[in-house]
């Protein structure tokens, strides 16, 4: 049985840093493909950033380009999530998600889509004051 887990979270004021990080039992021998998102209250659920668990090419929503970071740690089933210069915007409730199938040369559409995703984390609040 997969299980993801996740670490981190909190409050913290605009501009400053957060760092997430998630852990993914069974991880397979190609890796498994793991993506962050988002849902704010009232809005969709978004994808915000993804690591091929193939290629280890990562893909990134536009609103966090050059401000957010996504990163596999030494054991491959664990990944990070650096979020710097936080926007109020940015509040919303967290979730790590993996899957283990093989996409290829999908593009970012699919990397971060909802639907693409099997095994979740439990998911953890984010909020950034102004």
């Known amino acids: 049985e997969v299980h993801v887990v996740q670490f981190g979270g909190g409050s913290e004021q605009a501009g400053k840093s957060l760092t997430l990080s998630c852990k993914v039992s069974g991880y397979g021998f190609d890796g498994y493909t793991i993506g962050w998102f988002r849902q704010a209250s009232g809005q969709e659920r978004e994808g915000v950033a993804s690591i091929s668990g193939s290629s280890g090419l990562s893909y990134y929503t536009e609103s966090v380009k050059g401000r957010f970071t996504i990163s596999r740690g030494d054991a491959k089933n664990t990944v990070f999530l650096q979020m710097n210069n936080l926007k109020p915007e940015d509040t919303a409730f967290y979730y790590c998600?993996?899957?283990?199938?093989?996409?290829?040369?999908?593009?970012?559409?699919?990397?971060?889509?909802?639907?693409?995703?099997?095994?979740w984390g439990q998911g953890t609040q984010v909020t950034v004051s102004p």
């Open positions: 998600a993996a899957d283990a199938t093989y996409r290829g040369s999908a593009g970012a559409n699919t990397y971060l889509s909802p639907r693409a995703y099997a095994y």
